[in-house]
């Protein structure tokens, strides 16, 4: 068909699908990557809590420091997904719309066949349409394009009160263990031996000794 030939649907068709894969497979690391900050942050805790028990202060801070560095890049990624995703849902729009448009022509193209002639209004309107959406995709790509981050700068007294709480905490794990009781052994009490029990044969030894000693 001359219109499929003009706006060379199936190459655009091809390159959207390609583009939504390649964006699946960059959101899928991202993800990865998160989770591995997230693990790596929750260590740096666990360290600054061993370090807090041995009253090794700035060793415990160096691992708060890390831990927000960690944070931030969780953060980043968090950003870049969420830009993913809003390419992705844009593309597939404009998939739609493209689908949708072509649909638009097939039905111009009968009605061309049946008057044998071309609506230049339908065309007009169709290209409008186009445009704008390529527009709207432009702008948002020159969003995404635009430089961001944030500085790792910390403040000293929030890390001491971070600190101060991880103390907090295992001064309080520590208080609500039970203490066991040891007792010395000489304080231990004295059980008196038992007495034995004599036996029938030496009952009738003593009474035989008594009678001979009478």
């Given at each position: 068909m001359f219109m499929n030939r003009l706006f060379g649907k199936p190459k655009q068709e091809t390159n959207t699908l390609q583009t939504l894969d390649k964006l699946s497979e960059t959101l899928e690391m991202l993800e990865k990557k998160e989770n591995v900050l997230m693990k790596k942050a929750n260590g740096e805790v666990e360290k600054?809590?061993?370090f807090s028990r041995v009253k090794?202060?700035?060793?415990?801070?160096?691992?708060?420091?890390?831990?927000?560095?960690?944070?931030?890049?969780?953060?980043?990624?968090?950003?870049?997904?969420?830009?993913?995703?809003?390419?992705?849902?844009?593309?597939?729009?404009?998939?739609?719309?493209?689908?949708?448009?072509?649909?638009?022509?097939?039905?111009?193209?009968?009605?061309?066949?049946?008057?044998?002639?071309?609506n230049i209004d339908d065309v007009d309107k169709t290209m409008d349409e186009i445009n704008e959406q390529t527009e709207n995709m432009k702008q948002i790509q020159e969003a995404l394009?635009?430089?961001?981050?944030?500085?790792?700068?910390?403040?000293?007294?929030?890390?001491?009160?971070?600190?101060?709480?991880?103390?907090?905490?295992?001064?309080?794990?520590?208080?609500?263990?039970?203490?066991?009781?040891?007792?010395?052994?000489?304080?231990?009490?004295n059980r008196a031996p038992a007495q034995k029990q004599p036996t029938a044969e030496e009952d009738e030894l003593a009474a035989l000794q008594a009678e001979m000693a009478l």
């Amino acid at each position: 068909m001359f219109m499929n030939r003009l706006f060379g649907k199936p190459k655009q068709e091809t390159n959207t699908l390609q583009t939504l894969d390649k964006l699946s497979e960059t959101l899928e690391m991202l993800e990865k990557k998160e989770n591995v900050l997230m693990k790596k942050a929750n260590g740096e805790v666990e360290k600054a809590k061993e370090f807090s028990r041995v009253k090794n202060k700035r060793a415990a801070i160096q691992c708060l420091k890390r831990k927000r560095l960690y944070e931030q890049q969780v953060e980043q990624l968090g950003n870049f997904q969420l830009r993913i995703h809003d390419q992705m849902i844009m593309l597939e729009g404009a998939k739609a719309t493209t689908e949708t448009v072509d649909a638009l022509r097939t039905g111009a193209s009968a009605m061309k066949a049946m008057q044998k002639a071309t609506n230049i209004d339908d065309v007009d309107k169709t290209m409008d349409e186009i445009n704008e959406q390529t527009e709207n995709m432009k702008q948002i790509q020159e969003a995404l394009s635009a430089p961001f981050g944030t500085a790792a700068d910390f403040d000293e007294d929030e890390l001491e009160a971070e600190l101060e709480e991880l103390e907090g905490a295992e001064l309080e794990e520590q208080l609500l263990q039970p203490v066991p009781i040891h007792v010395p052994e000489g304080n231990k009490p004295n059980r008196a031996p038992a007495q034995k029990q004599p036996t029938a044969e030496e009952d009738e030894l003593a009474a035989l000794q008594a009678e001979m000693a009478l």
